[in-house]
């Protein structure tokens, strides 16, 4: 079932009233308390604690950013996360927060997301990294994504979810150099010469990679790492994925590849990386998957080592800029372009 799409899209915190709560779950509090969450740089996140029988605790609220021009280069985005609760979530089986509200997203990006707060479970710690525990249910979790819809022709139909083709990736060809120049110039003092040359050796394959072995396609999450991962201590459910809004069609093996990679230091990935893929793998065929032997799912997993780099790169050098934000790229690229040199990516190339 699609999620509801029946009450009132809002813009403020200040319209997050007992009223409006109760058009969204049925039933109305006694009172709410809302008060944010995180630091809001696409938009606001914001926790709405509530009191009354017959409620959660609280719930996520999900606001785009008041900032019109910001807002407007987001409409992608943000229709990525409302098309997947609405479109997708209901055909897959990854474990996610429930969602109590989608509404439609306008032409100037205004959206309202209403989501199932998952407290207490704790986000993974990209800096830190994750255990092999953590990123091995992880990795079950994904195949719930990718498997119900592996190479399913109608996800082509949808509209608002694409393949790479020649045109994206001519423009990737125009950017990726000066953004390796920018990454770098944030980085270098982060990460070992050897990390450096290999972002360097990813610019002459990359556009290649990125239309290669299209034959196997799915729902490509696109971020699928620690810090977009809650971690509970229920086993029945002991990881949910969230933030949607980079979906594309692709390679699968892209998520693994770079869920595996960026939480994993290279000693601890290179002592279980076998044993997550066939986790993984084992899981895709309990979703119908029987077409895509263990080995060529590794091959695939191989393959797809450059998704760290890529995205890392992206993100370090056209998004709002931290402290923790460069050290977490740096760490990610480095954990990253180590599997790359010793899993030989560029020689598959």
């Not at 944010?36 to 926790?47: E, M, N, W």
């Not at 990718?146 to 393949?163: E, F, K, N, S, Y």
């Not at 196997?216 to 990881?239: E, Q, T």
């Amino acid at each position: 079932m699609s999620a509801p799409t029946t009450a009132p899209r809002i813009a403020t915190a200040e319209e997050i009233t007992p009223a409006w709560i109760g058009e969204v779950l049925g039933a109305v509090p006694d009172a709410v308390r809302v008060s944010p969450v995180g630091f809001g740089q696409i938009g606001s996140c914001l926790r709405v604690a509530l009191s009354g029988e017959g409620l959660p605790a609280s719930v996520l609220v999900k606001l785009p950013t008041a900032d019109a021009g910001t807002r407007g280069m987001l409409v992608g985005a943000y229709r990525s996360e409302v098309s997947f609760y609405r479109d997708l979530e209901p055909t897959v089986a990854v474990d996610v927060p429930r969602c109590h509200l989608a509404t439609d997203v306008t032409d100037d990006g205004c959206f309202t997301l209403v989501l199932e707060d998952l407290a207490p479970a704790e986000q993974g710690d990209q800096l830190l990294g994750g255990t092999p525990d953590q990123v091995r249910g992880a990795a079950e979790n994904l195949a719930g994504l990718h498997g119900p819809r592996w190479c399913d022709p109608a996800l082509l139909d949808l509209g608002w979810i694409t393949m790479q083709d020649a045109a994206g990736a001519d423009l990737l060809h125009q950017v990726y150099g000066p953004a390796i120049d920018a990454f770098l110039d944030i980085t270098g003092s982060l990460m070992s010469p050897e990390a450096a040359a290999t972002v360097r050796d990813t610019q002459d394959v990359v556009v290649d990679w990125s239309l290669a072995r299209a034959e196997r396609f799915g729902i490509v999450h696109g971020d699928y790492r620690l810090d977009n991962l809650m971690f509970s201590p229920d086993p029945a459910v002991p990881v949910k994925a969230v933030d949607w809004q980079t979906l594309s069609l692709g390679l699968p093996a892209k998520d693994l590849a770079y869920l595996v990679a960026t939480s994993l230091d290279p000693g601890v990935r290179r002592e279980h990386e076998r044993s997550v893929v066939a986790a993984y793998h084992a899981r895709l065929v309990e979703h119908g998957v029987t077409d895509h032997p263990l080995e060529e799912c590794f091959e695939d997993y191989r393959f797809a080592m450059l998704q760290g780099i890529l995205v890392s790169v992206f993100g370090c050098a056209y998004g709002a800029r931290t402290e923790r934000g460069d050290r977490m790229f740096a760490v990610m690229v480095e954990r990253t372009a180590a599997a790359v040199r010793e899993l030989g990516t560029l020689d598959l190339l």
